[in-house]
């Protein structure tokens, strides 16, 4: 399929620009010469009100739009919240679509989740395996509302005949992440809690879980460039899976950052909390051969996210949302 590149010069709506996704898609599209960006804060523009996205697009009325506005957290947060997980993330996604789609927007690119997919699904996950089996409980209040987004672009293509597209990015970390204690995802929640327990000289750390289940990690600016890179190549309403291709053990994924923090204290295990899903490796050969790579390794990615966390940690502006 051939797909005009985009125009540089349009305006391009970046929802959810204040987050860990949002901010770095933001920051790439500056990088890539885009000048006329279009941001607002929650405040705002609230997404889940309707009236009010509407308004939005008919003022802004952008060219292209990348969905990374969401209600977005851990598994632990997922487990106790799931009714704000669905409602939230069905309405911020059905207004934003539906908006766009009134208001003549020509390219939109809707991120979902690896979570979508089923918890026992065959490994590496294709995106065929979408909806052939059972979710994992801790979150499939948010992966039915990030199916719904999937089915919800493929019904406006075929309805309106947009160029509206849909990404499957795997776990993700860097700066501008959320390290809520309770709600973040592992990476920051095990970041701050190692470097505390560094500071403080604490004998141990809790990991939660058992430490089996594994997880793939990508650096965000990794998943900024695919974003670009998918809204210039691909135009089709399947879904396309964004990762590195390789994961490891939480069990290790732990002692990695506790090695990158400088922490020597034990590792101790709360079985008490979930392990979710024992494995989410998604396949990548479609946007492989749409010419896209992931290019941060983990220690590298890790590294630089530990660094960056400890600027916020002196500065007291750590997320912790
Ligand atoms: N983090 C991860 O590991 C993964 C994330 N994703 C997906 O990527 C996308 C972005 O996630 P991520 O960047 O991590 O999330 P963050 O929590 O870091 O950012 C979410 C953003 O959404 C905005 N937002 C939330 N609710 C509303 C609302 N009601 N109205 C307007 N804006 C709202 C927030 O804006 P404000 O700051 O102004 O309140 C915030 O900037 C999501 O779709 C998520 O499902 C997919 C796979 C993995
Ligand atoms: C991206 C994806 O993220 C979520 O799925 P998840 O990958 O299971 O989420 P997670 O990153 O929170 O946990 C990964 C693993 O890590 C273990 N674990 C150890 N110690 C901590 C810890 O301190 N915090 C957290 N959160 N987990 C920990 C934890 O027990 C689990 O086994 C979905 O809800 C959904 O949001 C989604 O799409």
Redesign the pocket.
């Known amino acids: 399929m051939s797909i005009a590149p985009l125009d540089r010069s349009a305006r391009t709506y970046v929802a959810g620009h204040r987050g860990l996704v949002g901010g770095a898609v933001l920051a790439h599209l500056q990088a890539e010469g885009f000048t006329d960006l279009v941001t607002a804060t929650s405040a705002e523009v609230d997404l889940r009100d309707r009236g009010a996205v509407e308004a939005f697009f008919d003022r802004e009325r952008p060219a292209t739009v990348v969905l990374a506005a969401a209600k977005?957290?851990?598994?632990?947060?997922?487990?106790t919240y799931p009714a704000d997980?669905f409602s939230d993330n069905i309405r911020i996604q059905t207004n934003v679509l539906d908006a766009a789609a009134a208001t003549g927007t020509e390219r939109l690119l809707f991120l979902g989740?690896?979570?979508?997919y089923p918890k026992f699904a065959e490994q590496p996950i294709r995106e065929d395996s979408l909806l052939t089996g059972l979710l994992?409980p801790?979150?499939d209040a948010?992966?039915i509302a990030?199916i719904a987004g999937v089915l919800q672009v493929q019904a406006l293509r075929r309805q309106h005949g947009v160029h509206y597209i849909s990404a499957m990015?795997?776990?993700?970390y860097g700066p501008g992440d959320n390290f809520n204690?309770e709600?973040?995802?592992?990476?920051?929640?095990?970041i701050?809690?190692f470097e505390a327990a560094r500071l403080d000289g604490d004998p141990t750390v809790?990991?939660?879980?058992?430490?089996t289940?594994r997880?793939e990690f990508l650096h965000v600016s990794d998943l900024a460039r695919a974003c670009v890179h998918l809204l210039e190549n691909y135009d089709d309403g399947a879904p396309v899976n964004i990762g590195v291709g390789e994961d490891l053990p939480?069990a290790e994924?732990?002692q990695l950052v506790a090695d990158t923090v400088g922490y020597t204290g034990e590792l101790v295990f709360?079985t008490t909390?979930?392990?979710?899903?024992p494995r989410?490796l998604l396949d990548v050969s479609t946007i492989h051969g749409l010419g896209w790579r992931a290019e941060i390794g983990l220690r590298e990615g890790l590294a630089a996210t530990v660094a960056w966390y400890r600027e916020q940690l002196a500065a007291g502006t750590v997320r912790a949302s």
Request: aromatic share 6%; proline share 10%.
């Open positions: 977005v957290g851990g598994i632990l947060a997922n487990a997980f989740s690896s979570c979508i994992e801790t979150n948010y992966a990030k990015p795997t776990n993700l204690p709600g973040s995802h592992v990476l920051p929640g095990l701050r809690r809790t990991v939660w879980g058992t430490g289940p997880r939480i994924l732990a709360d909390k979930p392990d979710g899903t989410k």
